[in-house]
């Protein structure tokens, strides 16, 4: 309670090793690991809460219910670490589905707690691309939902309309994307991913207003200065999406990505100095863009550098060289 966090957890674990079998002192140093963002170890202190769980009164479940879906969420937040690999993203999901599908094989009439775990389900068969599944586990979580109103709720028809995207059904997408902004006025993602509906449809001048209402509830929502950039740049408004991609690259100047996608504008432009300068950082920022060093090349030939110019071109055909020795 006064915050010192490390102390707290020597306390705990000292209390553990006095006594291994409580299991009320693992779930409040897994709480804490959580707290601390220290998701591995938080989810070795739930399976030891799993592990040594007594109910205490005969009308408790003979299993730690709270346990399970805590460590499935977890599992979830540690799975969105930028440093969690690929392969162990995967395991986390699949072991996310495992958690879920023991609270729904053995506890089926306590709607709460198989509502959470349809959801987080859900959330993970979405992430392993098994998108009819998510469905069918995210409908069912929101149709558990005591009037619809369980925490869960906006996010469920939040990644729900991802998966009907997935799918190639942008209405049904976009009707689940503004239930999910109802339900969660102030957060951007439903107005950015409505964005995506309208692209996905080639309505770029209502994508392009989705974008700008993701922006107003969150100025600081890069996706979607990129995403309503790349739609002016359908509409052929190439200083507007010059403009777009300067905010993406102030709120992430390191990005590659966001250069190349300035230096493609300003080639439709004929502004080929600018072209090149973005260009030039898209590979300073990626050595590895065989596209930025590519379209480098062209913007050099356009400026009648042409020394330049072989080198770019050059650097682009050893990287694709590289990339079709790899495949």
């Known amino acids: 309670q006064l915050g010192q966090t490390d102390e707290a957890v020597v306390q705990f674990e000292k209390s553990i090793e006095l006594d291994p079998k409580d299991h009320e002192t693992h779930f409040r140093l897994a709480n804490l690991r959580i707290y601390l963002k220290e998701y591995p170890e938080a989810i070795e202190s739930l399976t030891n809460t799993i592990k040594n769980y007594e109910p205490e009164e005969p009308s408790d479940p003979n299993d730690f219910i709270n346990g399970y879906l805590i460590r499935a969420d977890t599992r979830i937040k540690l799975a969105g670490e930028e440093d969690t690999t690929p392969e162990e993203r995967e395991k986390l999901f699949e072991q996310v589905l495992e958690d879920t599908t023991f609270i729904l094989d053995e506890y089926p009439d306590r709607d709460a707690e198989v509502g959470n775990a349809l959801y987080f389900q859900g959330t993970s068969m979405r992430m392993l691309m098994r998108y009819g599944e998510a469905i069918k586990a995210l409908t069912e979580a929101i149709q558990l939902a005591p009037g619809g109103a369980a925490p869960y709720t906006g996010e469920a028809f939040l990644k729900r309309g991802v998966c009907w995207l997935k799918q190639g059904e942008p209405d049904l997408a976009r009707r689940d994307f503004e239930q999910a902004a109802a339900l969660n006025?102030?957060?951007?993602?439903?107005?950015?991913?409505?964005?995506f509906t309208h692209a996905y449809e080639e309505d770029y001048r209502k994508a392009i207003e989705s974008y700008g209402?993701?922006?107003?509830?969150?100025?600081?929502?890069?996706?979607?200065?990129?995403?309503?950039?790349?739609?002016?740049?359908?509409?052929?408004?190439?200083?507007?999406?010059?403009?777009?991609f300067n905010e993406a690259i102030r709120l992430e100047p390191n990005e590659s990505e966001h250069f190349y996608k300035r230096g493609i504008a300003y080639m439709w432009l004929e502004d080929y100095d600018k072209a090149f300068s973005s260009f030039e950082l898209a590979v300073l920022y990626n050595d590895k863009s065989e596209k930025a060093f590519r379209a480098g090349a062209r913007a050099l030939r356009e400026l009648d550098r042409g020394s330049l110019a072989d080198e770019y071109e050059s650097r682009a055909r050893a990287l694709e060289s590289q990339s079709e020795t790899s495949s």
């Open 185 to 195: 006025y102030e957060d951007p993602l439903p107005y950015l991913w409505i964005g």
């Open 213 to 244: 209402e993701a922006i107003a509830k969150n100025s600081r929502q890069t996706s979607a200065f990129v995403n309503r950039g790349l739609a002016y740049m359908q509409e052929q408004g190439y200083k507007r999406a010059v403009d777009n």
